[in-house]
């Protein structure tokens, strides 16, 4: 299997598009955008923190991974300059009509690899990746490429998916146990693939890879690690005793979620 035609074609379907449709929403345009976008915010309250307004301030900022643009949006509205780049043709093509419909002259996007960033040395003040570094099939040598782009003194903000994560390591074992006998997936790297990431059809992305912060504290060996912390958690949804129980993601978000959650969110100094 050709991974990399693979990896580009499964990303042609806009990450995203499970809560568009789940939202009731047909058509992109400036009003389903911004429902889109207000929904997806207030599901992650904590990006904008990772990526404060008053960080992007006055910079040329570079976005690496952009799916349906909601954070893209965000930055090219608070960033003097503004270069987003993505593997597929779908993403670039959403924030690029982004850029034109919000009249922002200083925002493009353009398609790319990650692993092979089609600009010079010291280009950027900031480099943002969230959740795509992990879909390359080499975070190592991508975090080198953010690093070689990045000016002296810029800043990375990166996020990889948490490989000590409770859905991991608890919820996915016993998950894939009992979702084995109806034999959906292959083995449990595909079951752990798909529960991160999976297309409508729900087929599972090509790559994913996951990280400790021993692991990232080594990749990163190149920049001065400012933190690293742990964010998100899913949904649970089950019986007990024949009760059903349900238990909102929010209520683990300020926890468990500092510590086992989903994603780790990485900010490193070159
Ligand atoms: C899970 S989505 C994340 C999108 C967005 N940052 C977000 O958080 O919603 C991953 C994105 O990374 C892109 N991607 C995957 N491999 C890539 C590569 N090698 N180079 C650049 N982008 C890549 C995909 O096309 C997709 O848009």
Same mark, same amino acid.
């Given at each position: ?8 074609? @499964?990303? #042609? ?6 809560? @568009? ?18 929904? =997806? ?40 300059? =503004? ?41 950027? #003040? ?58 959906? @997936? ?10 991160? #990431? ?42 007990? @005793? ?29």
């Amino acid at each position: 299997m050709d991974n990399i035609n693979t990896n580009k074609d @499964f990303w #042609d379907e806009l990450c995203g598009t499970h809560l @568009f449709q789940f939202l009731g929403l047909k058509e992109i345009n400036r009003e389903s955008l911004k429902i889109f976008d207000n929904y =997806y915010l207030n599901m992650y309250p904590y990006l904008k923190k990772h990526v404060p307004i008053e960080v992007l301030k006055n910079t040329n900022t570079l976005e690496i991974g952009l799916g349906f643009g909601t954070l893209s949006q965000y930055i090219f509205e608070n960033a003097a300059q =503004y270069t987003g780049i993505d593997y597929a043709k779908n993403p670039v093509e959403l924030v690029n009509h982004r850029a034109e419909i919000s009249r922002n002259t200083s925002a493009k996007a353009i398609q790319g690899d990650a692993k092979n960033l089609p600009f010079p040395d010291s280009s950027f #003040d900031i480099v943002v990746s969230i959740g795509c570094l992990h879909h390359t099939g080499d975070t190592a040598k991508s975090v080198s490429e953010v690093h070689r782009v990045l000016k002296n003194n810029g800043t990375a903000i990166i996020m990889l998916y948490n490989k000590n994560s409770f859905r991991r390591l608890a919820a996915n074992p016993y998950k894939f146990f009992v979702a084995k006998r109806k034999k959906t @997936f292959k083995n449990f790297d595909e079951y752990t693939r798909g529960s991160y #990431d999976a297309n409508i059809k729900g087929e599972a992305a090509p790559v994913v890879d996951f990280y400790s912060k021993k692991e990232i504290k080594k990749i990163f060996g190149a920049f001065t690690l400012l933190k690293i912390k742990s964010e998100n958690f899913d949904n649970y949804h089950f019986h007990l @005793f024949k009760k059903e129980v349900y238990w909102p993601r929010e209520k683990f978000l300020n926890n468990i979620a500092k510590i086992m959650g989903l994603d780790l969110y990485i900010t490193a100094k070159k």
